[in-house]
């Protein structure tokens, strides 16, 4: 598949889809909304993967929705065309595990991008924000929502409010982001996370994020039950056996379902 807003590659079980619009800090326009849609699908069809990274360049990840392209949208116009939910929310409903790769901006869509992931890994230089509010809208890709759930409603009301960036080291300390690496090593950090988690059983990752996804979706009784009906579920894969034998017998495991 040939791309023009991103670039797709792989390292060994690793997929990475690096966003690829440097003339405008990899604002999300539609065209790489849709790109980004057709090579999550690719991979999640590709057996040969078992884990997805999403990044950008060093200066940006994406500095947001692509306002120029927005900036002559009406409404009803954005109601009827339902407008920036076509695709974008491809990658948050990916089975298989993601992570974002964050160095520079991630601002507006671009920070709603990365919050899509499963979890995010940030560069010492990444900067996060919605700063909406400051073009006379607000978040609209999920911002007040995820963001609230990450970080709590005082700093998601914050950030949403007073358009204001924070730096990687508050991201972390909110819980925004998983970890703080250098810039240099970002990328090599998260395909690093990623061939980690290809290295384990596909469909028990698979089950273990569905899992976690859940406790946002639902009570805690319903979760839990949810968790355990997965956990007894286990018990009937050859994994199970593969990966507690291999404990039991001091050696490495070798997961069959990939
Ligand atoms: C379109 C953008 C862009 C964007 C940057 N560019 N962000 N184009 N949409 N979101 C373009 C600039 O116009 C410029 O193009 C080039 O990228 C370089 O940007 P500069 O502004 O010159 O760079 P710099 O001075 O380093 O400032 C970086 C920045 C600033 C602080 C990130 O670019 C900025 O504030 N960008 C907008 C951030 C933002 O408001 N994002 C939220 C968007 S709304 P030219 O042609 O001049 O060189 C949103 C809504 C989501 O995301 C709703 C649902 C998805």
Redesign the pocket.
């Known amino acids: 598949m040939a791309y023009k807003n991103i670039k797709v590659d792989t390292k060994g079980r690793v997929g990475i889809i690096t966003l690829d619009r440097p003339?405008?800090?990899n604002?999300?326009n539609s065209a790489l909304v849709d790109e980004m849609a057709q090579a999550v699908d690719a991979f999640e069809a590709d057996d040969e993967i078992g884990a997805i990274v999403v990044t950008g360049s060093a200066k940006?990840f994406a500095?947001?929705?692509?306002?120029?392209e927005?900036q002559g949208k009406s409404w009803p116009g954005t109601y009827r065309e339902d407008f920036?939910t076509r695709n974008?929310e491809r990658l948050a409903s990916a089975r298989k595990p993601t992570i974002a790769a964050v160095a520079g901006?991630a601002?507006?869509?671009?920070c709603?991008m990365a919050m899509m992931c499963d979890f995010i890994i940030a560069a010492d230089t990444a900067k996060f924000g919605q700063?909406?509010i400051?073009?006379g809208?607000m978040?609209?890709?999920g911002g007040t929502q995820r963001l609230t759930r990450f970080v709590g409603k005082s700093k998601a009301m914050d950030l949403c409010l007073t358009g204001r960036m924070m730096d990687a080291e508050e991201a972390e300390r909110c819980g925004l982001v998983s970890r703080v690496v250098a810039a240099d090593d970002l990328l090599d950090e998260a395909v690093k996370a990623a061939e980690k988690v290809a290295s384990f059983s596909l469909p028990i990752a698979m089950m273990t994020k569905e899992s976690v996804n859940r406790a946002y979706e639902t009570t805690l009784a319903e979760g839990i039950r949810f968790e355990r009906r997965l956990f007894h579920a286990m018990f009937g894969t050859e994994d199970q056996k593969e990966g507690m034998t291999a404990f039991a017998e001091k050696r490495k495991a070798s997961f069959k379902h990939k």
């Open positions: 003339e405008a800090l604002a999300l940006a500095a947001g929705a692509d306002i120029k927005m920036i974008w901006y601002l507006g869509g671009g709603e700063p909406e400051t073009l809208v978040p609209g890709a």
